[in-house]
């Protein structure tokens, strides 16, 4: 998810304060409540005990965040980050949002991952040794090395192929192309989202599952205009998820959009984030759309992948205008 917007950081909206309760978190805490520019409280849950802002004997750590006393959130109230012993969580007005991505690990078996309609919209099909983009007829090859094994959710469908996740959000999208065997590198604008998702790959890693494909997981934090026009080689592929403000049905969903568009509002430059896109060259562009939404910036796509409530539009760019990187003379606009 991304609030396309330029790159002020003044812009971005963050919490209220950082809570700590796992001395094995303290460093990371300090870290990004630095970042963030706000207070860093400590509190111990063995003994119920609070020292607000962290306060050491003959340290202050609000001042070493830059945060002034006047400046202090009240102690109940705003959005806070907790850093607890599952992780990091975001907390708002009594609801909470941590990403977890053994939640998704039903949907990472093979059986279950080919049916993804967001591995159908990205699938490459292999040919001589390499792989090519699929048309929305296009099968997967299940006879080409590096297929999922069955029960296996590390080995990969495509390896070697490269993927931007330009709208990342908590990174769910992208742990699903990461299963598929693309290397990901994931791109997020707001730096609260961006924790999350940063402990949510931490945390990842440390599962035997999970392991494989968050080592081909990649966070950066910034506004992806900028780092898409920064890539050194053009990616396979370019998916692009911005939030859009149509509310999805699924009760889930509609908790994380709440909580999300705290921090975040629907893409303002369509436009802009399109081009940034195309002028990277990728060989396939894949847009995350409501299923009646619009177009993207209004641009039609080649061909559209649609389930239940998502449809994914795919753009495929041929060799000549990759090659020339952002000439997409086959896209039409409505």
């Known amino acids: 998810m991304m609030k396309v917007n330029g790159d002020n950081r003044d812009n971005r909206k963050t919490c209220d304060k950082i809570i700590c309760e796992e001395e094995r978190y303290i460093k990371e805490a300090k870290t990004l409540a630095e970042h963030l520019c706000v207070p860093l409280e400590w509190r111990s849950p063995e003994h119920n005990q609070t020292t607000e802002n962290f306060r050491t004997p003959g340290h202050d750590r609000s001042e070493e965040c830059g945060t002034p006393e006047r ?8 959005m806070v ?19 977890d991505f053994t939640k998704l690990l039903p949907r990472l078996r ?15 099909r292999r040919t001589c040794g390499r792989y090519e983009t699929c048309n929305e007829t296009g099968d997967l090859d299940v006879s ?17 192929l490269t993927a931007v996740d330009a709208t990342a959000g908590l990174g769910e999208d992208s742990l699903l192309l990461a299963a598929m065997g ?3 590198q994931l791109c997020e604008y707001n730096p609260v ?3 999350l998702l940063r402990d949510a790959l931490r945390r990842a890693a440390e599962i035997p599952e999970l392991e494989e494909i968050a080592g081909r997981m990649r966070l950066i934090e910034g506004d992806s205009r900028t780092l898409l026009r920064e890539l050194v080689e053009p990616p396979d592929l370019i998916l692009l998820d911005p939030m859009f403000p149509e509310r999805r049905k699924n009760s889930l969903s509609k908790k994380k959009l709440q909580l999300l568009q705290r921090l975040e509002q629907p893409c303002e430059d369509e436009s802009g984030l399109l081009r940034a896109a195309l002028d990277a060259g990728p060989r396939k562009i894949v847009i995350k759309r409501p299923v009646r939404g619009d177009f993207l910036a209004g641009c039609r796509p080649g061909y559209s992948i649609t389930g239940k409530l998502i449809r994914y539009d795919c753009l495929v760019l041929p060799e000549h205008e990759r090659m020339n990187r ?3 003379n086959h896209v039409e606009h409505e």
């Open 81 to 99: 980050l907790r850093f607890g012993r599952q992780g990091l969580c975001l907390e708002v007005g009594g609801q909470s949002l941590r990403g």
């Open 326 to 328: 952002g000439e997409c």
């Open 182 to 184: 693309f290397h990901v």
């Open 144 to 160: 080409a090395p590096g297929k999922p094994a069955e029960g296996d959710c590390g080995r990969s469908m495509f390896p070697q």
């Open 71 to 78: 400046h202090r959130p009240a102690e109940n109230g705003g």
């Open 193 to 195: 989202i961006a924790a």
């Open 110 to 124: 093979p059986s279950a991952l080919r049916r993804e309609t967001l591995v159908r919209a990205a699938r490459f």
